[in-house]
């Protein structure tokens, strides 16, 4: 079974709590706070296996989620980290984010890695909090939670040297003639309907990887027959072997079947269209093989002004093939190492958090639900995520961040009074005036 697309879903691990937790040895009055910070959550990161070729493992298996971190410990000792989700795929793989189709890494080299949901920082114990104003708080954050996200993987496969062309021009023959793959044959349209691999061995000690490729009809760029299913393949490829029937049987013009499949590739990418490529002219042993070829080198001639090398072969009596192959070894020994592909900007591993005010912390609005007020502000929604609000400290706290904002304030000026239903997100509270807290 082959897959070469799936849509998964990711999630990072959340922190650990802090605690609150105070000092209680023998011989050591007024001990303070000794409550240790959550351990941070594990990341999911994604790894690429050349021992794998497909996505299949994806099929079954649609969730990752990483551990959650440790929560912090008494005597001023830190959660643990949890460790992180590794995640293997195959090389090729490009990762999509579902949501703003935006492109998240694009995978081709053997072990390279990139965080696709980062794990979520541990909370702050209470010995985080103390102050000369107040020695022994009671208060510690909840740990924050991890990224999550839907993701697209899409797979484009690896290959030194791709062979395209119409349906039934033997491709998939060509292939199993010149490796040890073994892909389904048949007289008849799209008997190739996904991507075989086969490892050609040249001689001398040089070989390369070959797909082959789902043949293509014309209309494939906007997704017609195979579409986008064939063509996104054929990007990763250095060289293409366009395989073309040379003795019409299929009643189509080989010159005809060349322009259109080129143009498909040109649609679909332009740098396709700039990919070095050899055209193999197969099926020679076929009647009319040889006048259709003088035919179509002319025709070539005319288009391009200039005498494009072809390769008559015929996969049936491999007539032609070795010195084809040799020619795709010398043409891929004169290439870099690997195909152009778009750059893409790598996920951010590692980010520095500083505190730094912004209009954006301070926006807030008051709208009113009948006789209560609810308050909406990412900022304050944020801090109530992690503050566990369960003590007398975290009150004072938050009823201090609520004054600083203005948010109280505001409160007032809308018509509230002691009494009156506060709602931030989930939490509720009486408005209480002239008080220092709510």
Known sequence: MFVDKTRIYVKGGD??????????????????????????????????DEGLRTLVDFRYQKHFKADRG???????????NAEDMIVRVPPGTVVIDDD????????????QEVVIAKGGRGGRGNIRFATANNPAPELAERG??????????????????????????????????????????????????????????????????????PGLIEGAHTGIGLGHEFLRHVERTRIIIHVVDMAGTEGREPFDDWVKINEELKLYNE??????????????????????????????????GSDIEIMPISSLTRQGIQELLYK??????????????????????????????????????????????????????????RMQMNSHDAILRFARTLRHMGIDEALRKRGA??????????????????????
């Open 271 to 304: 740098k396709l269209a700039e990919r070095p490529q050899i055209i193999a002219a197969n099926k020679m042993d076929m009647p009319e093989a040889e006048e259709n070829l003088a035919i179509f080198r002319e025709k070539v001639r005319e288009m391009t």
């Open 144 to 213: 924050e939670e991890g990224q999550e996200r839907w993701v697209i993987l899409e797979l484009k496969v690896m290959a030194d040297v791709g062979l395209v062309g119409f349906p039934s021009v033997g491709k998939s023959t060509l292939l199993s003639v010149v490796s040890s793959a073994q892909p389904k044959i048949g007289a008849y349209h799209f008997t190739t309907i996904t991507p075989n691999l086969g490892m050609v061995d040249v001689g001398e000690g040089r070989s390369f990887v070959m797909a082959d490729l």
């Open 328 to 385: 795709a070894m010398d043409m891929l020994e004169a290439l870099p190492e690997a195909p152009e592909v778009e750059e893409v900007a790598e996920v951010e591993e590692r980010k520095i958090y500083r505190f730094e005010k912004t209009k954006h912390d301070s926006e807030f609005t008051i709208r009113r639900e009948n006789d209560t007020f609810v308050v909406e502000s990412e900022a304050v929604e944020n801090m109530l995520k």
């Open 70 to 80: 440790e929560k912090g410990r008494n005597k001023s000792r830190h959660g643990a």
């Open 15 to 48: 922190g650990g709590d802090g605690i609150v937790s105070y000092r209680r040895e023998k011989y050591v009055p007024m001990g303070g706070p000794a409550g240790g910070d959550g351990g941070n959550g594990g990341d999911v990161i994604f790894r690429v």
């Open 417 to 438: 009074t002691d009494g009156t239903i506060v709602r931030i997100a989930d939490f509720e509270f009486e408005f209480v005036e002239g008080s220092s807290y709510y």
């Open 100 to 111: 703003t189709k935006e492109v998240i890494a694009d995978l081709t080299r053997q072990g």
